[in-house]
């Protein structure tokens, strides 16, 4: 049975994940216009018409752009859980009330053969939370918009066959960068976003003997860059004794380019 993923967008502008099974189509968050959601989806050929349902992390714009216009045009569930609804309901618009539904945190809700797990994260938002995904023994995860990674977020992610994981910035980058000081002690703290290296200490903790493929997600664009984010969570990874291009391959995610569609 097939259980399949595209990263059509991640980073500060916009993010969405697109995961489908034999039965069902699910999008995870909708940071971009509706326009630009459609266009992804023509680039990885799929139709948003047939996804089964758009799965809500949390209200930051970058995360839920698209998600009033494409649930009105396409008629489309939505789940969230009730903090983010009352906290985005003013960004999306009017939903209709019939695709409107809650789903807690800490939370399983299963569609045909996949169990969808939501989890709690630590950032500035109203109740964020992100998801795992279950199929016939396999397991993806997916985890930005942390300010670090808490053992009960280990926990639930541990031993995933493929991780979407957040490395936002490089610390020295964003410490010397542009942004003012209130800015970036928001990134910096517990709340905030999670960098490279930390990133890649929490990863060296949760891969498991199953775990393939990493994905490093959210990249900030003005405090990190693609080959550093790599050559950092490589390099901490190596030093914890995770073998990059033997036990794991680690991959790259882009704001405007998704990924392949791929075979978890």
Known sequence: MSFSYSILASGSTGN??????????FLVDAG?????????????????????????THEHIDHIKGIGVLA?????????????????EN???????????VFNMESV???GSIDIESFGVSHD??????????HSGKKLVLITDTGYVSDRMK?????????????????QMLRMGRYPWNIKRRILSDVGHVSNEDAAIAMSEVIGD????????????????????????????ESRGIMVGEQIELYDTDPKTPTILTAV
Do not use: C
Not at 16 to 25: F, G, I, N, P, R
Not at 75 to 88: D, G, R, S
Not at 215 to 230: C, E, I, V
């Open 32 to 56: 971009l216009s509706g326009k630009q959601m459609e266009g992804l989806f023509q680039q990885i050929d799929r139709e948003l018409s047939k996804l089964s349902a758009i799965f809500v």
């Open 210 to 237: 199953r775990t393939k493929r990493v994905y490093l997600a959210h990249l900030s664009q003005d405090n990190n860059m693609k080959d550093l984010a790599r050559m950092s969570v490589a390099q901490t990874l």
């Open 155 to 171: 926990g639930t992610i541990s031993n995933a066959d493929v991780y979407i994981f957040e490395s936002n910035h490089d610390v």
């Open 16 to 25: 969405a994940l697109y995961v489908e099974s034999d039965e069902h189509s």
């Open 91 to 101: 960004s999306v618009g009017a939903i209709p009330t019939g695709q409107k539904f």
């Open 125 to 134: 938002a109203a109740q964020p939370m992100f998801y795992t995904f279950h």
């Open 72 to 88: 009105r045009k396409y008629k489309l569930p939505v789940y969230a859980n009730e903090k983010t609804w009352k906290a985005m």
């Open 109 to 111: 809700k299963s569609f």
